[in-house]
T-cell receptor
Framework: GESVGLHLPTLSVQEGDNSIINCAYSNSASDYFIWYKQESGKGPQFIIDIRSNMDKRQGQRVTVLLNKTVKHLSLQIAATQPGDSAVYFCAENTSGGSYIPTFGRGTSLIVHP | NAGVTQTPKFRVLKTGQSMTLLCAQDMNHEYMYWYRQDPGMGLRLIHYSVGEGTTAKGEVPDGYNVSRLKKQNFLLGLESAAPSQTSVYFC?????????????FGQGTRLTVV
């Protein structure tokens, strides 16, 4: 399933499906992006990052895609598991300043067994 | 392996009371941040610090003050708490090596102002 992170804050998928979480960013000067995962009652944790000179980066079961033309970022989770249920945030850092992470609204991913 | 530690974890305040939230990190990070998280609002930056003795305002600084007297500690103060400050507060710290700025977060402080 897909979601537009800022407009559909909840994404429900079945265990084993692939999940795609989207994020739109507004600052064309942003040159570094991070996806964080926040489990219930905990602080956000780093998942994967990508620099603006890349358009794809892969980790373990996760892939981040960056489309600078339309200022869009997506996080793909392969074979989604119940343990992936969490809120996912994209954060952007902008050069020329102090690289302070600015967070998007977040998308809640619910994985049904 | 403590990482980022926030104190306290929970607190209930009456309107007008003051309190200080403490954040401590043991990773020798230069940057530290305070965010608040409200339902449907994501994480909003209150104040941040790029080094010992320096602080700066973030997106929602009104009603809060901060201090960074020691590199490992970042304090968030509420001088006169208001119900609108009911939120979950997260502290984070990060190192900066070129563009890489992964932030490490504490477990959060749930504050209720009645």
């Amino acid at each position: 399933g897909e979601s537009v992170g800022l407009h559909l804050p909840t994404l429900s998928v079945q265990e084993g499906d692939n999940s795609i979480i989207n994020c739109a960013y507004s600052n064309s000067a942003s040159d570094y992006f991070i996806w964080y995962k926040q489990e219930s009652g905990k602080g956000p944790q780093f998942i994967i990052d990508i620099r603006s000179n890349m358009d794809k980066r892969q980790g373990q079961r996760v892939t981040v895609l960056l489309n600078k033309t339309v200022k869009h970022l997506s996080l793909q989770i392969a074979a989604t598991q119940p343990g992936d249920s969490a809120v996912y945030f994209c954060a952007e850092n902008t050069s020329g300043g102090s690289y302070i992470p600015t967070f998007g609204r977040g998308t809640s991913l619910i994985v049904h067994p | 392996n403590a990482g980022v530690t926030q104190t306290p974890k929970f607190r209930v305040l009456k309107t007008g009371q003051s309190m200080t939230l403490l954040c401590a990190q043991d990773m020798n990070h230069e940057y530290m941040y305070w965010y608040r998280q409200d339902p449907g609002m994501g994480l909003r930056l209150i104040h941040y610090s790029v080094g010992e003795g320096t602080t700066a305002k973030g997106e929602v600084p009104d009603g809060y003050n901060v201090s960074r007297l020691k590199k490992q500690n970042f304090l968030l103060g509420l001088e006169s708490a208001a119900p609108s400050q009911t939120s979950v507060y997260f502290c984070a710290s990060s190192y900066h090596r070129g563009l890489h700025t992964e932030a490490f977060f504490g477990q959060g402080t749930r504050l209720t102002v009645v």
